[in-house]
């Protein structure tokens, strides 16, 4: 499922998702970690799946689509 679909079927999923991401970059800015797709992914994986309530799981899914998309779109290796 690519983030673009999703983000056009689920649009009242934004605003969870906008908070997931904001409280991601928050998390991974005091850790002192660059703030990039990549670490926000980890982030994402590790620590916000434990915490997650089964409502915020599909716009969990859908913040991690965006990321994996614009890692894959926008990424220099």
């Known amino acids: 499922m690519k983030s673009s679909d999703t983000l056009n079927w689920y649009p009242s999923q934004l605003p969870a998702v906008k908070r997931i991401l904001g409280a991601a970059i928050i998390a991974v800015e005091k ?5 990039n797709a990549r670490t926000l992914i980890e982030y994402l994986y590790v620590v916000q799946a434990k915490k997650m309530k089964l409502d915020d ?7 991690i689509s965006v990321l ?10």
Not at 31 to 35: D, E, S, V
Not at 57 to 63: E, F, H, K, N, P
Not at 68 to 77: A, E, L, M
């Open 68 to 77: 994996t998309d614009n890692q894959n779109k926008h990424g220099h290796i």
């Open 57 to 63: 799981r599909i716009a969990l899914q859908t913040a």
């Open 31 to 35: 850790q002192g970690r660059p703030i």
